[in-house]
């Protein structure tokens, strides 16, 4: 069974531009989220989507950042217009139900360094 | 507030020797899980090991094992017989009970980078 995958891996873009990262779940997983770490510091929840809607976005920084998870499947996480202290290491995880005992997978993460 | 508490950013141990890594946590829900993940160099985050609130015993797979301290709110990751390949950062994180807006999501702490000297 093929792991959460996300693409690309490294992005390298100059402020003022935009940036669309894809996270595809494992298959069956209806319940997806985005993390971020920013260097030095710690993970930090961006949004959870349960199929095609949106869960919870309280973790999203501000409105330059669009999620999208079209017909639940893959989602993607649109930066418009990049910052620079939008650098950092995107996580996608997903997950077959919110239960708290339930494991999250991870995608191995998109590192975008914005210039 | 901070909800996880990971108070060594860094942390060295001899290879083949045991090593604990500390991580405090911070919660009113009864029902929560603990999770620690492993970030090698290479990016990916690992899932090592879970502990449940309501667990009675230790949770253990192969060399790492959770010591659980539920009324000090405790649960510290031991690595035994530590290798070479253990060195990364390691992450503990939270997931409280379902059924609030906060319930589904992981909560992190800063972790902490081991290095396993030869």
């Known amino acids: 069974e093929a792991g959460v995958t996300q693409f690309p891996s490294h992005s390298v873009i100059e402020k003022g531009q935009t940036v669309t990262l894809r996270c595809d779940p494992i298959s069956g997983h209806d319940n997806l989220y985005w993390y971020r770490r920013v260097m030095g510091k710690e993970i930090k929840f961006l949004l959870h989507f349960v199929k095609e809607s949106k869960q919870d976005e309280s973790g999203m920084p501000n409105n330059r950042f669009l999620a999208e998870r079209t017909g639940g499947t893959y989602s993607t996480l649109k930066v418009q217009p990049a910052e620079l202290e939008d650098s950092g290491v995107y996580f996608c995880a997903s997950s077959t139900n919110e239960d708290y005992y339930n494991e999250q997978f991870f995608g191995p993460g998109t590192r975008l360094t914005v210039l | 507030a901070q909800k996880i508490t990971q108070t060594q950013p860094g942390m060295f141990v001899q290879e083949k020797e045991a090593v604990t890594l500390d991580c405090t946590y911070d919660?009113?829900?009864?029902?929560?899980?603990l999770f620690w993940y492993k970030q090698p160099s290479s990016g990916e985050m690992i899932f090592l090991i879970y502990q449940g609130s309501y667990d009675e015993q230790n949770a253990t797979e192969g060399r790492y094992s959770l010591n659980f301290q539920k009324a000090r709110k405790s649960a510290n990751l031991v690595i035994s017989a530590s290798q070479l390949g253990d060195s990364a950062m390691y992450f503990c994180a939270m997931r409280e009970g379902r059924g609030e807006t906060s319930g589904s999501r992981l909560t992190f702490g800063e972790g902490t980078q081991l290095t396993v000297n030869p």
């Open positions: 919660t009113s829900d009864q029902s929560y899980g």
